[in-house]
């Protein structure tokens, strides 16, 4: 079955460490993206590719650091520089940037103490 | 301020009964989509309607667009326990806006057996 594979669902990281989260998709979707989803509120978008090698920074991108090696892949690392990073992150992908459908992977919840 | 603004934020009703979400944005628009999620899981794309549809149809969802009040709706018709979830509207800017995908903060219903 195609789909999206965020890992791992639950992850717990003590605050000044990086962590990285990981987002895998065999839809042979060229764009994909990472948003950050926060009790009672809609998503932010926090990264995007279009396409292998290339990344832009959404709306929130300070703190996050993506890149973009094979089609499948996307991860997102959380650096120590995000304020707050305890969220529910969601990667997500389409055929195309600019208006397709996203397909959206089951989310990891991080939380950072 | 948000692009996509959803109305009501919470919605309990009883199964049977139909569940009415509306949602408005600011700008001009591509398309709009509807997204419904889960607790605790990713978004599944529901419908998308182009800016220069007025109304589409899928199954027992019937969503409405009003470009010149900016506003979308979501008609749910004979809900069923199964439709709890949270819904939300996501707007499709043009390309030459940056092609993004907005989303709102989402409207949370709850279908009673």
């Known amino acids: 079955d195609g789909g999206i594979t965020q890992s791992p669902k639950y992850l717990f990281r003590k605050e000044g460490q990086n962590v990285t989260l990981s987002c895998e998709q065999n839809?042979?979707?060229?764009?994909m993206y990472w948003y950050r989803q926060d009790p009672g509120q809609g998503l932010r978008l926090i990264y995007y590719?279009?396409?292998?090698?290339?990344?832009q920074k959404g709306d929130i991108a300070e703190g996050y650091s993506v890149s973009r090696e094979k089609k499948e892949s996307f991860p997102l690392t959380v650096t120590s520089a995000q304020k707050n990073p305890t969220a529910f992150y969601l990667c997500?992908?389409?055929?195309?940037?600019?208006?397709?459908?996203?397909?959206f992977g089951n989310g990891t919840r991080l939380t950072v103490t | 301020s948000q692009q996509g603004e959803e109305d009501p934020q919470a919605l309990s009703i009883q199964e049977g009964e139909n569940a009415t979400m509306n949602c408005s944005y600011k700008?001009?628009?591509?398309?709009l989509q509807w997204y419904r999620q889960n607790s605790g899981r990713g978004l599944v794309h529901l419908i998308l309607?182009?800016?220069?549809?007025r109304e589409k149809h899928s199954g027992r969802l019937r969503v409405t667009l009003d470009t010149s009040k900016k506003s979308s709706s979501l008609l749910i018709t004979a809900s069923r326990a199964a439709d709890t979830a949270s819904y939300f509207c996501a707007t499709a800017l043009f390309y030459n806006q940056g092609g993004k995908l907005i989303f709102g903060q989402g409207t949370e219903l709850s279908v009673k057996p």
């Open positions: 590719s279009q396409i292998v090698n290339d990344f």
């Open positions: 700008t001009s628009i591509n398309n």
């Open positions: 309607i182009r800016s220069n549809e």
């Open positions: 839809l042979n979707h060229d764009a």
């Open positions: 997500a992908s389409s055929i195309e940037q600019g208006g397709s459908p996203l397909h």
